[in-house]
């Protein structure tokens, strides 16, 4: 079955960029929309945007001007970058599917396991 | 503050029901029947329990019900079971292309 695995660096500096790919395997990413969404450390979900297999993208506003997504078809790879980080975007970032093919459906059903960004110097 | 309004804790009997509310306004719950429930236990991601207000995901229990009425989603667990013990988040499309979720509620089971 389709799994998501998100890498990158556990530490990154404040107003320095944080960089995370997802890695999708076990069935196509040629399809659905893509999301991320992140999670304060105790507190709760909060979501950054999502990028279509074809590039199409939607953010947050609250985080658009720092925000870039995108997908990589060859690697079966979706990244995210968010720029100039603060303290504040210390969390669990988690990337997620939304199950349509074709419209959007605005709900995840496969999640993966996030991964924990910590922003410190 | 998040976008939907949920209540921080909730607390029920085993066997007994609960029902978790989340109000949002005609921007979001109000206009759209775009609303999710997540279920998160401690150290895991969400998982998926109610889409589309009332739908089931395959191989969720069908002790998980959700409605609408208004700006206001809400979400009934019956014949509580200690392993219900968890998070829970609901989540809807807001206008403007974007999702919205709650502040999360936590479930205890006396």
């Known amino acids: 079955q389709v799994q998501l695995q998100e890498s990158g660096p556990g530490l990154v500096k404040p107003s320095e960029t944080l960089s995370l790919t997802c890695s999708v395997s076990?069935?196509?990413?040629?399809?659905?929309?893509w999301s991320w969404i992140r999670q304060p450390p105790g507190k709760g979900l909060e979501w950054i945007g999502h990028?279509?297999?074809?590039?199409?993208?939607n953010y947050n506003p609250s985080l658009k001007s720092r925000v870039t997504m995108s997908v990589d078809t060859s690697k079966r790879q979706l990244s995210l970058k968010l720029s100039y980080v603060t303290a504040a975007d210390t969390a669990v970032y988690y990337c997620?599917?939304?199950?349509?093919?074709?419209?959007?459906?605005?709900?995840?059903?496969?999640w993966g396991r996030g991964t924990l960004v910590t922003v410190s110097s | 503050q998040s976008a939907l309004t949920q209540p921080a804790s909730v607390s029920g009997s085993p066997g007994h029901s609960i029902t978790i509310s989340c109000t949002g306004t005609?921007?979001?719950?109000?206009?759209?029947?775009?609303v999710s429930w997540y279920q998160q236990l401690p150290g895991k991601p969400p998982k998926l329990i109610i889409y589309d207000v009332n739908n089931r995901p395959s191989g969720v229990s069908n002790r998980f019900s959700g409605t609408k009425s208004g700006n206001t989603a809400s979400l009934t667990i019956s014949g509580l079971q200690p392993e219900d013990e968890a998070d829970y988040y609901c989540?809807?499309?807001?206008?403007?292309?974007?999702?919205?979720f709650g502040g999360g509620t936590k479930l205890t089971v006396l």
């Open positions: 997620a599917r939304d199950p349509s093919k074709v419209v959007v459906d605005w709900y995840f059903d496969l």
């Open positions: 989540s809807c499309y807001r206008r403007t292309s974007i999702v919205v």
């Open positions: 990028v279509s297999y074809s590039g199409t993208t």
């Open positions: 076990g069935g196509s990413i040629t399809s659905n929309y």
């Open positions: 005609i921007s979001d719950i109000g206009d759209y029947n775009y």
